[in-house]
């Protein structure tokens, strides 16, 4: 994860450490490890397509959805919002299973309840030049 490009960041100093532990999940493409940040009814969007709701079948999704790329890598650029609602900005760096790298830019919207866990998270990318 790069944080040298990070701007404007409105998170606590507390949220913040969370919150780097979470991407970090992320781009340790590490599902154990990010489902413990997920609340049980969580749900996960990718732009249009239809939700994921209920953190087993958010699980399954984003483990199926993983194994489609190498690795990825979260380059910081903005986060806005307070601690329990908050919004990255973000360039994804994804290496693609034939080794080639491509970077993309990316927002998510992120939410989670009393205890700290996610409840919602809402992205936009075009992951097109992954794939293509």
Request: hydrophobic share 35%; net charge negative; glycine share 4%.
């Amino acid at each position: 994860m790069k944080t040298n490009n990070l701007r404007i960041n409105q998170l606590s100093p507390e949220t913040y450490k969370w919150y780097l532990k979470y991407l970090e999940a992320l781009d340790n493409l590490d599902i154990e490890a990010y489902g413990k940040f997920l609340a049980p009814n969580c749900c996960v969007q990718s732009n249009n397509n239809p939700p994921l709701e209920g953190k087993q079948v958010v699980i399954q999704g984003l483990a199926a959805y993983w194994k489609t790329f190498a690795s990825l890598e979260h380059d910081l650029l903005n986060i806005y919002g307070n601690d329990s609602s908050f919004v990255l900005e973000a360039l994804n760096h994804y290496q693609r299973n034939n080794g080639q790298l491509v970077t993309i830019r990316a927002v998510a919207f992120t939410d989670r309840n009393e205890e700290g866990l996610v409840t919602s998270v809402r992205f936009y990318t075009d992951t097109t030049p992954v794939f293509a």
